[in-house]
């Protein structure tokens, strides 16, 4: 079984900048895709970003296009979320997930496990 932790996490004002790390332990991520969604408080959990086992292929929801950047170190065995330009509304828990497959989903029933989650606050 996969463990995933997320660290990275915390309060940024309006423009700045986070990296999420996920961290497997159990097994190696390198024969996964993985994603990272995100839910606030009273919504729906959301697809943020999303990579394809190998790495060659990367996904974005509408919403963090051009502002975010999933990334993958095999090695480390550790999925990143590089966040930039951040808003407000970025504000939520930000878990970071596992598909045994190498292409990855958008919806959340797509993955296998999941981490559990770390806050985002974006506030001024």
């Known amino acids: 079984q996969v463990q995933l932790v997320e660290s990275g996490g915390g309060l940024v004002q309006p423009g700045g900048s986070l990296r999420l790390s996920c961290t497997a332990s159990g097994r190696s991520l390198s024969i996964y895709a993985m994603g990272w969604f995100r839910q606030a408080p009273g919504k729906e959990r959301e697809f943020v970003a999303a990579?394809?086992?190998?790495?060659?292929?990367?996904y974005y929801g509408d919403s963090v296009k051009g502002r975010f950047t999933i990334s993958r170190d095999n090695a480390k065995n550790t999925v990143y979320l590089q966040m930039n330009s951040l808003k407000p509304e970025d504000t939520a828990v930000f878990y970071c997930?596992?598909?045994?497959?190498?292409?990855?989903?958008?919806?959340?029933?797509?993955?296998?496990?999941w981490g559990q989650g770390t806050q985002v606050t974006v506030s001024s």
């Open positions: 997930a596992g598909r045994d497959n190498v292409w990855p989903g958008h919806e959340s029933r797509d993955y296998d496990f």
């Open positions: 990579i394809s086992r190998y790495g060659n292929s990367l």
